[in-house]
Nanobody, 124 residues
């Protein structure tokens, strides 16, 4: 089970930190990712991290502004979002893949579990 939190309303240029808490003892072996879905649009890849935390991957639209990290001791993955833009407004979902892969996953079908989503709204 995944529980996302940390969303909210922020002005353009501001920052937010999303967290995704996972239950279960196998979290440390899962690849993790963040996706987002704006109203009327498809779910898009944002960032991903391997089970060890050694490799990360970002969508071009967030590269240099967002940072994904994980704390396996606390079963948590974070998404630090800086320099936010109005186009970052969306519901953000965390996802877990039941595999310890050496590369991060950027496709929704590669993930097995999804959190409930947390809304991020960036005002101009």
């Amino acid at each position: 089970q995944l529980q996302a939190s940390g969303g909210g309303l922020v002005q353009a240029g501001g920052s937010l930190r999303l967290s995704c808490a996972a239950s279960g003892r196998t979290f440390s072996s899962y690849n993790m990712g963040w996706f987002r879905q704006a109203p009327g649009k498809e779910r898009d890849f944002v960032a991903a991290i391997t089970w060890s935390g050694g490799t990360t991957l970002y969508a071009d639209s967030v590269k240099g502004r967002f940072t994904i990290s994980r704390d396996n001791a606390k079963n948590t993955v974070h998404l630090q979002m800086d320099s936010l833009k109005p186009e970052d407004t969306a519901v953000y979902y965390c996802a877990a893949a039941k595999i310890s892969a050496i590369r991060p996953f950027d496709k929704p079908y590669e993930y097995d579990y999804w959190g409930q989503g947390t809304l991020v709204t960036v005002s101009s």
